[in-house]
Nanobody
């Protein structure tokens, strides 16, 4: 499995911004997705945003649309999550994921599930 290392977490006040990075040990397949998940205190893990690296198409959870943006730099094997307008509800551990076991494409829109590789997580605290 590809090794993933997240960075960029920290503590910010509500309304602030952070940019998370996820460095992959090797290039991931262009026919697959990378994603950011998070797990808040006493909450289940949820997918925040994903990107299909073949086309660059992205998907975001309703709770972060208009505030968060996912991107991927193929030349650096790095995934990013730009987070603006942070709210206390965004607090949690953010995980990077890659190598999905399931890729389903419909009319050019691809979604992925069951990721096989995960980073160790980076803490984001919004107060």
């Amino acid at each position: 499995h590809v090794q993933l290392v997240e960075s960029g977490g920290g503590s910010v006040q509500a309304g602030g911004s952070l940019t998370l990075s996820c460095s992959a040990s090797e290039s991931t397949s262009s026919g697959n997705c990378m994603a950011w998940f998070r797990q808040g205190p006493r909450k289940d893990r949820e997918e925040v945003a994903s990107i299909y690296t073949g086309s660059g198409l992205t998907h975001s959870a309703d709770s972060v649309k208009g505030r968060f943006a996912i991107s991927h730099d193929n030349s650096k094997n790095t995934l990013y999550l730009q987070m603006n307008g942070l709210e206390p509800e965004d607090t949690g551990i953010y995980y990077c994921a890659a190598e999905a076991m399931s890729v389903i494409c419909t009319n050019g829109d691809c979604r992925c599930e069951n990721y096989g590789s995960w980073g160790q997580g980076t803490q984001v605290t919004v107060s």
